[in-house]
């Protein structure tokens, strides 16, 4: 199988973080005009986020969670293309998961429902472990 495709989903998520910047940056600078915070009162990001209104900092925490549980993702994909195991199972979580991962940053960044946000991210640990699983079998050759 090609394994371009298993990164077809890593770039599909590098483009939801790059995305999620954006919005952070123009949330950000549009509130901070707005309520006239100079700068260098953000070098303290929690101080910052707490001087902000709660959908502009939830935008900010949404794109520190795109490098959290997403690394392992990207290294898993990365080691599957580099070991030339890229196999069906393995795209299809991988859309999975990055579906999970998209529904996740639209809950977060809009309504902020946190029970359908927890949903969502254990249903996207839940294919990552798969992932996990199936790589660590092959790698460790069990």
Known sequence: MDTVLI????????????FVAL????SRVTAMRKLKIHP????????????LPSEVARIANNYNH???????FYVICLAL???????EIHIWCAWLYTALRFAHSWVQTTIDY??????LFVMSWMVLAVMLVRVAIYAFGI
Not at 9 to 17: E, F, G, K, N
Not at 23 to 26: A, H, I, T, Y
Not at 114 to 119: A, E, H, I, P
Request: charged share 15%; glycine share 2%.
């Open 114 to 119: 946190v029970m359908l946000r927890f949903v």
């Open 66 to 72: 795109l490098f959290e549980q997403p690394l392992i």
């Open 23 to 26: 919005r952070m940056l123009c």
């Open 40 to 51: 260098q009162q953000g070098q303290d990001a929690k101080k910052l986020n707490a001087m």
């Open 7 to 18: 990164l077809q989903p890593v770039i599909a998520m590098a483009i939801l973080t790059l």
């Open 81 to 87: 293309a580099i070991m030339q195991q890229v196999d």
